[in-house]
């Protein structure tokens, strides 16, 4: 089966939804364009959850994709959040930032019930996850309104426990995709491969609809990995340059420079693993470090870096999240993009 028979779309394209760098603007284009814009929702309140929605069901009545994270609450470690600090104190003093005043808040949350009312008022048609899923219950509410269910899976183990919990399709994440790894039964770095490495082996252990996401930033890709036997593509990277993303300069700037040749995964902006361009302080205390507190604590303590170097027309503390192929990004718009992407003339 095809994503567009699943999911009610014209074109087999998904576009990532992208913590950070996007809002519902993004999603209305490319839902508009016949694509599945999706909304990151892992970082809103409910009642900023309600506004994103209110602003993207009134813009648009194609399907969409909605997107929380499903992690474990990790409990506030005082050792590992002074380990944090102490790295970071070279660079809370070159910038001038009093450590002392850095408040401790995780910033991401999990899928939970208040967030699953806010949806059941708009019975959005596509749900998506990312660390596996929430408890069934859940899964339950978003079925009660006839809600498709997809996750992410980076092995075919999490494919197949996946299917067993009766999602509808599964995300195949190679190693190749920005942003932060969905994998959630083992941390495993080893046991990452490659999108077109994954998706045959996913494709033959699985029997619901599998859509490739990693490294691929234009047609040819899309064509390959459906040649493959995916169902369809998930791209993100590419559309980080257009007009309706909310990508901050210093990370546009990175996206066109040769910078933004070499990615690596980084634990460093918080705790989890999660693939950006190399910058500063990726170079300088490693880009994995033992030293991080759990996901997602990491990030609060480098956050008043991030913003002060950014206030200066600097990345070098920000996540520059991207995947290992950035040849597709283009300053198009999101439905120009889209279209192409999908293989279609404009």
């Not at 603007?25 to 999706?38: E, F, K, P, Y």
């Not at 970082?43 to 009545?61: F, N, P, V």
């Not at 995300?171 to 045959?200: K, N, Y």
Request: hydrophobic share 45%; proline share 6%; glycine share 10%.
């Amino acid at each position: 089966m095809t994503i567009q028979n699943l999911l009610g779309i014209e074109l087999p394209v998904i576009q990532a939804p992208m913590v950070g760098v996007q809002g519902h603007a993004l999603a209305v284009a490319v839902s508009n364009a016949g694509g599945l814009g999706s909304l990151p929702c892992a970082m809103l309140s409910s009642e900023a959850l309600r506004k994103e929605l209110e602003a993207l069901t009134s813009q648009t009545s194609k399907p969409y994709n909605v997107n929380f994270f499903c992690h474990t609450p990790p409990e506030p470690d005082a050792d590992a959040e002074r380990h944090w600090r102490e790295a970071l104190s070279p660079y809370f003093d070159e910038l001038g930032i009093d450590s002392n005043n850095v408040s401790a808040q995780a910033g991401r949350a999990p899928f939970s019930s208040e967030a699953a009312d806010v949806l059941a008022d708009f019975k959005p048609p596509v749900v998506s996850f990312h660390f596996g899923l929430p408890a069934p219950e859940l899964m339950a509410r978003i079925r009660g309104w006839g809600g498709k269910i997809l996750s992410t899976a980076t092995t075919v183990d999490e494919a197949l426990w996946l299917e067993a919990q009766g999602v509808d399709a599964i995300i195949a994440q190679g190693l190749e995709a920005g942003g932060h790894r969905g994998f959630f039964l083992s941390r495993d770095i080893s046991a990452q491969v490659g999108t077109f490495a994954l998706i045959p082996q996913m494709v033959n252990a699985v029997k619901i609809p599998v859509i490739a996401a990693g490294g691929i930033a234009d047609s040819r890709g899309v064509q390959a990995a459906m040649a493959l036997g995916a169902a369809g593509a998930q791209i993100g990277t590419a559309y980080l340059l257009c007009p309706e993303a909310q990508t901050k300069a210093v990370h546009r700037a990175a996206l066109k420079s040769e910078a933004s040749r070499v990615t690596a995964l980084t634990n460093l902006f918080s705790g989890g693993a999660a693939r950006g361009i190399v910058n500063r302080i990726m170079r300088e205390l490693g880009p994995m470090s033992s030293k991080v507190p759990a996901f997602p604590l990491a990030s609060s303590a480098i956050a008043p870096l991030r913003a002060k170097a950014e206030a200066e027309g600097s990345g070098d503390f920000s996540p520059l999240w991207a995947g290992q192929n950035v040849s597709g990004c283009k300053e198009v718009s999101a439905a120009v993009l889209t279209r192409e992407l999908a293989g279609v003339s404009q």
